[in-house]
């Protein structure tokens, strides 16, 4: 004699299918954000290690902003942007305009790279100011926004609107987005800053910009 399921348990079997694949897309994009993190925290230690102390205070002729001015900020923004993360995950969630933001990393990525469009104009605080600050301070900074993206979920329906209008809503995944490609962006505005002609202790060749687009000049203090 054949048995049949009851319609409540199909429907029961539906609903776990759905939760595991929802969970399965969760999964995989917070581990391509983790390592984007992770990778944008390495460049930025990578491109500080071999400054010195008169490297570190260096403000060439157009230079705004010193390497070490660039360090901090980055530091403490890798702190501050998680409350703003955390403004997100507290929003309501709101899978339908989420879903109508799918793909805006890509729009967070140009805006942050390129320095024209993604200018950054802030004022030093000169609270961490040697970079032994720094290397104290940005491990357990970065330590703490890894552990906050692993202990979120539905960071892809949670939406929390950025004050810039040219970025807008972004739900709480594209945030962490965001403060990789922020690092990113402050890593080639070192580069920038190394390759000036007066930089000290570098060799005097003809002045190059390390990043597509030759915009090291427009990108200094910004």
């Known amino acids: ?3 049949f399921a009851s319609p409540a348990f199909v429907v029961v079997l539906c609903f776990t299918a759905l939760s595991s694949s929802a969970y399965a897309q969760e999964a995989t994009a917070k581990a391509k954000v983790e390592e984007l993190l992770k990778q944008s925290a390495k460049e930025f230690l990578a491109v500080i290690s071999d400054v010195n102390e008169e490297q570190w205070k260096f403000r060439g002729n157009g230079i705004r902003h010193s390497i070490g001015d660039e360090a901090e900020h980055v ?3 890798e702190q501050e942007l998680q409350r703003v993360i955390l403004n997100a995950l507290k929003a309501a969630a709101d899978p339908k305009r989420a879903a109508e933001l799918k793909g805006k990393e ?19 605080r000169g609270r961490l100011r040697s970079k032994l600050e720094v290397l104290e301070y940005f491990p357990t900074a970065h330590n703490k926004l890894l552990q906050l993206l692993a202990g979120s979920q539905e960071l892809s329906t949670h939406i929390y609107k950025h004050p810039n209008k040219d970025y807008g809503e972004l739900t709480a995944l594209q945030w962490f987005y965001y403060v990789a490609y922020h690092k990113q962006r402050h890593v080639n505005q070192i580069k920038a800053i190394k390759a000036h002609p007066d930089y000290p202790g570098r060799v005097r060749t003809a002045w190059s910009d390390p990043r597509p687009g030759n915009l090291a000049r427009a990108s ?3």
């Open 106 to 124: 890509a729009k967070i990525r140009a805006l942050m790279i390129d320095a024209e469009k993604g200018a950054e104009n802030y004022q030093p």
């Open 220 to 222: 200094y203090g910004r």
């Open 75 to 77: 530091a403490f923004a």
């Open 1 to 3: 004699m054949m048995r």
